[in-house]
Protein backbone atom coordinates (compact mmCIF):
# COMPACT_ATOMS: atom_id res chain seq x y z
CA UNK A 1 0.00 0.00 0.00
CA UNK A 2 1.20 3.52 -0.86
CA UNK A 3 0.26 5.91 1.65
CA UNK A 4 -0.82 9.57 -0.14
CA UNK A 5 -0.84 13.07 1.72
CA UNK A 6 -1.97 16.40 -0.18
CA UNK A 7 -1.15 19.68 -0.12
CA UNK A 8 -0.84 23.10 -1.48
CA UNK A 9 -4.12 23.89 -1.15
CA UNK A 10 -5.67 27.10 -0.11
CA UNK A 11 -7.65 30.58 -0.79
CA UNK A 12 -6.93 32.30 -4.14
CA UNK A 13 -8.40 35.19 -6.53
CA UNK A 14 -9.66 34.50 -9.99
CA UNK A 15 -6.15 34.44 -12.42
CA UNK A 16 -3.73 32.72 -9.83
CA UNK A 17 -1.92 30.17 -9.86
CA UNK A 18 -1.66 27.02 -7.25
CA UNK A 19 0.61 23.70 -7.50
CA UNK A 20 -0.59 20.83 -5.31
CA UNK A 21 1.66 18.28 -4.17
CA UNK A 22 0.65 14.68 -3.96
CA UNK A 23 3.40 13.37 -1.34
CA UNK A 24 3.91 9.57 -1.40
CA UNK A 25 4.81 7.04 1.77
CA UNK A 26 5.29 3.27 1.64
CA UNK A 27 6.35 2.63 -1.77
CA UNK A 28 7.93 3.77 -4.41
CA UNK A 29 5.83 5.30 -7.38
CA UNK A 30 8.02 3.65 -9.87
CA UNK A 31 5.23 1.43 -11.67
CA UNK A 32 2.27 3.22 -10.12
CA UNK A 33 0.50 5.60 -12.52
CA UNK A 34 -0.90 8.50 -10.58
CA UNK A 35 -4.12 10.78 -11.04
CA UNK A 36 -5.60 13.98 -9.76
CA UNK A 37 -9.29 14.36 -9.24
CA UNK A 38 -11.68 17.08 -7.61
CA UNK A 39 -15.25 17.05 -6.32
CA UNK A 40 -17.02 20.18 -5.63
CA UNK A 41 -20.00 20.19 -3.39
CA UNK A 42 -23.32 18.54 -4.00
CA UNK A 43 -21.36 17.33 -7.02
CA UNK A 44 -19.49 13.86 -8.36
CA UNK A 45 -15.99 13.39 -7.92
CA UNK A 46 -14.49 14.83 -11.71
CA UNK A 47 -11.04 13.99 -13.48
CA UNK A 48 -8.47 16.66 -13.56
CA UNK A 49 -5.46 14.94 -14.69
CA UNK A 50 -3.33 11.17 -14.76
CA UNK A 51 0.34 10.66 -15.82
CA UNK A 52 1.72 7.38 -15.97
CA UNK A 53 5.39 7.74 -13.69
CA UNK A 54 7.10 5.58 -15.41
CA UNK A 55 6.44 6.78 -19.48
CA UNK A 56 5.57 10.03 -18.56
CA UNK A 57 2.82 10.20 -20.52
CA UNK A 58 -0.35 11.97 -19.53
CA UNK A 59 -3.50 12.50 -20.04
CA UNK A 60 -6.30 15.73 -19.07
CA UNK A 61 -9.89 15.95 -18.13
CA UNK A 62 -12.09 18.06 -20.65
CA UNK A 63 -12.79 20.95 -17.51
CA UNK A 64 -9.32 21.81 -16.36
CA UNK A 65 -7.52 21.25 -20.07
CA UNK A 66 -5.11 23.74 -21.59
CA UNK A 67 -4.72 25.32 -17.53
CA UNK A 68 -3.21 21.80 -15.70
CA UNK A 69 -0.02 20.23 -15.95
CA UNK A 70 0.61 17.34 -14.06
CA UNK A 71 4.30 15.99 -13.42
CA UNK A 72 6.00 14.04 -10.99
CA UNK A 73 9.51 14.13 -8.49
CA UNK A 74 11.02 10.67 -8.68
CA UNK A 75 13.49 11.95 -5.85
CA UNK A 76 10.87 12.65 -3.39
CA UNK A 77 8.87 10.82 -4.43
CA UNK A 78 5.99 13.15 -5.38
CA UNK A 79 3.58 14.05 -8.17
CA UNK A 80 2.42 17.93 -8.67
CA UNK A 81 -0.59 19.30 -10.33
CA UNK A 82 0.12 22.95 -11.41
CA UNK A 83 -3.09 24.86 -11.61
CA UNK A 84 -2.96 28.27 -14.14
CA UNK A 85 -5.51 30.75 -14.52
CA UNK A 86 -7.93 29.77 -11.95
CA UNK A 87 -11.59 30.14 -11.99
CA UNK A 88 -14.63 30.49 -9.54
CA UNK A 89 -16.02 26.55 -10.43
CA UNK A 90 -12.41 25.66 -10.03
CA UNK A 91 -12.90 25.52 -6.24
CA UNK A 92 -13.27 21.72 -4.82
CA UNK A 93 -11.66 19.33 -2.94
CA UNK A 94 -8.48 18.02 -4.96
CA UNK A 95 -7.58 14.31 -4.14
CA UNK A 96 -4.58 12.63 -5.56
CA UNK A 97 -4.76 8.64 -6.29
CA UNK A 98 -2.48 6.14 -7.34
CA UNK A 99 -2.87 3.06 -9.81
CA UNK A 100 -0.97 0.00 -9.67
CA UNK A 101 -2.82 -2.13 -12.22
CA UNK A 102 -4.05 -0.06 -15.24
CA UNK A 103 -2.70 -2.13 -18.02
CA UNK A 104 -1.25 0.96 -19.23
CA UNK A 105 -4.01 2.21 -20.66
CA UNK A 106 -4.30 6.00 -20.27
CA UNK A 107 -8.64 6.38 -20.90
CA UNK A 108 -8.75 3.94 -18.09
CA UNK A 109 -6.90 6.47 -15.85
CA UNK A 110 -9.75 8.78 -16.40
CA UNK A 111 -12.38 6.61 -14.22
CA UNK A 112 -12.22 6.56 -10.32
CA UNK A 113 -12.13 2.89 -11.01
CA UNK A 114 -8.62 2.59 -12.06
CA UNK A 115 -7.26 3.92 -8.89
CA UNK A 116 -6.98 2.10 -5.00
CA UNK A 117 -5.02 4.53 -2.96
CA UNK A 118 -6.34 8.15 -2.35
CA UNK A 119 -5.24 10.67 -0.35
CA UNK A 120 -7.54 12.91 2.01
CA UNK A 121 -7.47 15.85 -0.59
CA UNK A 122 -6.67 19.63 -0.30
CA UNK A 123 -9.37 22.64 -0.40
CA UNK A 124 -8.85 24.91 -3.47
CA UNK A 125 -10.66 27.88 -2.86
CA UNK A 126 -11.11 30.60 -6.07
CA UNK A 127 -12.42 33.75 -5.60
CA UNK A 128 -13.79 35.93 -7.85
Known amino acids: QVQLVESGGGLVQAGDSLRLSCAASGRTLRGYAMGWFRQAPGKEREFVAA????????VYGDSMKGRVTISGDGARNTAYLQMNSLKPEDTALYYCAAAREYGGDLYYLTKRIAYDNWGQGTQVTVSS
Open 51 to 58: RIWSTGST
